[in-house]
């Protein structure tokens, strides 16, 4: 048993069973015993890997965006570059490293990360230094024009489930035995016996917050998750450990817990918010279509046989059509004023 399980327990002993939202909120940011308030879940030694990690051509073709953005918005300066959920800081680094070939952007840009994590705060800090301000949330993070990324965030933050049985809907949650039921107040006739629907208010809130902040000042926001195009039923909630599938009650606080992103949900939250949002699309497409074949090619060139065939992989793993490619999905939202960035509505 984990301590984090043994505490858990002790609240459903003393409350009953806890909604899904609450029971990931706790395994993965307990203030101590935390999925990642207490490691670097990354690489090869953790339990998974992002895209940042698997190459350097992900992070400098964000770059290449970052600031075909900050001249659609007129180059503002200054400006808050920030990243939600930054991890080791691999992007966040890769991004202001093919951004200095661009006079200007990296004197005007003002790193933010929202990093809750004290582990990965100095793991950030030991690859970007000093010059950058961490934040708890977007709360308290400075207004003013802003280019927003936010790669593999948002399945991290805590959901709701609901199943239909005997033509009732109810909500799943975590009691003394493990997953179970418990009623619901939800006005939803459709669905059959069976069904799941997954409901993310936190996302919600966080994607209409960013839409407000776009509202007010010039800037975009570029969203990258795994998840699906349109609203549809279906269970996406899942643990890892070291790079394996586990059951979600499995060893609590010692895995990552995620579930796939609602894009069309998320895009709603963000016009909410008063950003314009564009139709999402594949990460293949997006990655495609900013060079990422070319930028491998010109490394490939220059390298190794080890090192050509680890950037092919990688390469190989972003955009494969039964990789990353079609799983992943890429969404913007911008100020209502802005042109749309490129490759967002081409045909």
Wanted: charged share 20%; proline share 6%.
């Amino acid at each position: 048993m984990t301590p984090l399980e043994k505490i858990i327990g002790e609240i459903i002993a003393a409350e009953g069973p806890m909604t899904i939202d609450r029971y990931m909120g706790l395994c993965l940011g307990h203030p101590v015993h935390g999925y990642y308030m207490n490691r670097d879940p990354f690489g090869e030694k953790g339990d998974f890997m992002t895209a940042p990690e698997i190459s350097q051509v992900f992070g400098e073709l964000i770059g290449v965006w970052c600031v075909a953005a900050w001249a659609a918005m007129g180059k503002s300066t200054p400006f808050n570059l920030v990243e939600l959920g930054p991890g080791r800081g691999t992007l966040m680094a890769d991004i202001l490293k093919a951004t200095k070939v661009m006079p200007g952007f990296c004197d005007a840009a003002r790193v933010h990360l929202v990093e809750m994590s004290p582990v990965l705060r100095e793991l950030q800090k030991e690859k970007l230094g000093n010059a950058v301000a961490w934040h708890e949330s977007m709360a308290n993070m400075p207004e003013g024009p802003m280019l927003l990324v936010a790669n593999e965030f948002f399945d991290a933050v805590p959901i709701r489930q609901f199943e239909k049985r005997h033509g009732k809907w109810l909500e799943r949650c975590i009691g003394a035995e493990g997953m179970g039921f418990m009623p619901a107040a939800l006005d939803n006739t459709q669905g059959a016996d069976g069904d799941v629907i997954e409901f993310t208010p936190q996302r919600v809130e966080i994607a209409k917050e960013i839409g407000q902040r776009l509202a007010k000042q010039k800037g975009c926001a570029l969203i990258i998750d795994y998840g699906h195009l349109q609203t549809t039923p279906g269970d996406t909630l899942q643990a890892v450990r070291a790079h394996k599938y586990v059951a979600v009650t499995d060893r609590p606080g010692e895995s990552d817990i995620t579930s796939h992103v609602d894009f069309e949900a998320l895009g709603k939250a963000l016009a909410q918010g008063g950003a314009t949002v564009l139709p999402a699309i594949t990460q293949r497409a997006f990655l495609l279509a900013m060079g990422l074949e070319q930028r491998t090619a010109m490394l490939s060139s220059r390298a190794d046989a080890k090192t050509k065939e680890i950037l092919d992989r990688g390469a190989a793993r972003l955009v494969g059509e039964r990789e990353m490619g079609h799983l992943f999905k890429v969404m913007v939202g911008t100020s209502p004023d802005l042109a749309t960035p490129y490759p967002f509505g081409m045909p």
